[in-house]
């Protein structure tokens, strides 16, 4: 993630008017995050680990877990924003340009995506082997799933993110997938501006594809696809602007009530009363969240959410990759440390820790990796060549714009 510019320049591309400015992206990309971590330190509470089994009523919680409250720790619809993101923003890239050259894109992609997974492993192994990690009955069931032994087998496959994510650090399932999509980046980009040209057809296969996966517990079939649905509005932005431009002059109103339905219907699969199997829940709420996410996205790309771009949100989306990647080691080791009672203490204690664990650890490793992935796309390329700008971009998103 990179630090703010002041007045970069406008830039046009083949498919998409780009914003002067991302910071509103930015803005998103450290709610988000920031919904990601509270997630996490809920989950240290038995009663609420525990909504949504077979069987549990969610107890004196229900409304902090059955309601559109949940936004504030919808933590797999926050991932689904990142995803929506990172297949926006890195798409923007690349329209930039009239032939990018991905033999500078990859090694410098690939090496901005792993220093910091490799340094965040290492970070969640010296916690791991300082807090004893043993967890009695009275512990969440999220908190029972990170007893378990670190090995090296373990260290490494979390840390080259080719299988599973062990619980050493359980975030970074997320960025498998990631680097499976920016491995694929030409041929998403390829089908969105070749293959099927209507956007809204796309768009609508792509959701399909998201929910049969989510039907079938295929998990590159459900997440996979997300990210199609931010390659298609970065191609499609023209046609976005106009949409949202025609609805602003004709209703004041029209573009923060969209924002706000879309906020509401992202928690909808928890809050919508929907009798029957699980799966026609998933069939009649899976379409409504990936939608309201793109929608969040959208409105953040192009109504320009001033607020996104305060300056306290504004910092929070510079270290969200670094606060993603190093906050679930600190909440389960504070929860360790405190007495089962205490669990409503994880909060107030591991989330200051870990904003200020995130600001050191962007200074000290995402910064760094930066400036090292930058230097390797300019090899690539050869002395005084351009940069690829889309390669900078972290698990979620970044900047377009310098």
């Given at each position: 993630m990179a630090p703010l510019a002041a007045a970069p320049p406008s830039h046009r591309t083949a498919g998409a008017a780009t914003p002067r400015r991302l910071s509103s992206l930015d803005g998103l990309r450290g709610v988000a995050a920031v919904v990601v971590v509270l997630h996490h330190v809920l989950l240290v509470v038995p009663v609420l680990a525990s909504a949504g089994a077979p069987g549990h009523d969610d107890g004196p919680f229900r409304w902090l877990v059955n309601?559109?409250?949940?936004?504030?720790?919808?933590?797999e619809e926050a991932v689904v924003v990142f995803f929506v993101l990172s297949g926006c923003v890195l798409t923007l890239a690349v329209l930039r340009v009239s032939s990018t050259p991905w033999r500078a894109y990859y090694p410098s992609r690939l090496l901005r995506l792993y220093l910091p997974v490799v340094a965040s492993v290492?970070?969640?192994?010296?916690?791991?082997?300082?807090?004893?990690?043993?967890?009695?009955d009275q512990r969440s069931r999220w908190m029972n799933i990170h007893d378990d032994e670190v090995s090296v087998v373990s260290v490494l496959r979390t840390a080259t993110l080719l299988g599973n994510a062990d619980n050493l650090n359980s975030v970074l399932w997320t960025l498998r997938w990631e680097v499976v999509f920016s491995l694929a980046l030409?041929?998403?980009?390829?089908i969105a501006r070749r293959v099927v040209r209507s956007g809204l057809v796309l768009a609508a296969l792509a959701i399909a594809a998201s929910v049969?996966?989510?039907?079938?517990?295929?998990?590159?079939?459900?997440?996979?696809?997300?990210?199609m649905l931010g390659v298609v509005l970065a191609v499609h932005l023209r046609e976005v602007q106009s949409?949202?431009?025609?609805?602003?002059?004709?209703?004041?109103?029209?573009?923060?009530?969209?924002?706000?339905?879309?906020?509401?219907?992202?928690?909808?699969?928890?809050?919508?009363?929907?009798?029957?199997?699980?799966?026609?829940l998933v069939l009649a709420?899976?379409?409504?969240?990936?939608?309201?996410?793109?929608?969040?996205v959208a409105l953040a790309l192009v109504a320009r959410w001033s607020w996104l771009e305060s300056p306290v949100v504004a910092w929070l989306g510079r270290i969200s990759f670094s606060l993603y990647l190093v906050h679930e080691p600190i909440v389960v080791s504070v929860a360790y440390l405190l007495p089962t009672q205490s669990v409503w203490l994880v909060g107030p204690i591991a989330v200051p820790l870990a904003v200020a664990a995130a600001a050191v650890f962007y200074r000290f490793v995402e910064s760094p990796?930066?400036?090292?992935?930058?230097?390797?796309?300019?090899?690539?390329?050869?002395?005084?060549?351009?940069?690829?700008?889309?390669?900078?971009?972290?698990?979620?998103?970044?900047?377009?714009?310098?």
């Open positions: 309601s559109p409250l949940h936004l504030f720790w919808a933590g290492g970070f969640a192994l010296v916690l791991a082997l300082t807090v004893p990690r043993s967890a009695p030409p041929l998403y980009v390829w049969a996966g989510s039907l079938s517990a295929s998990t590159p079939v459900k997440y996979l696809p997300i990210f949409v949202f431009d025609r609805l602003r002059r004709r209703w004041s109103w029209a573009l923060p009530g969209l924002g706000a339905l879309s906020l509401l219907l992202v928690t909808i699969g928890w809050w919508w009363p929907w009798p029957g199997p699980t799966g026609n709420t899976r379409p409504v969240v990936l939608v309201a996410c793109t929608l969040i990796s930066h400036r090292a992935a930058r230097a390797v796309a300019r090899w690539c390329r050869g002395s005084g060549a351009q940069t690829v700008r889309a390669a900078e971009g972290p698990v979620t998103a970044d900047r377009v714009e310098r």
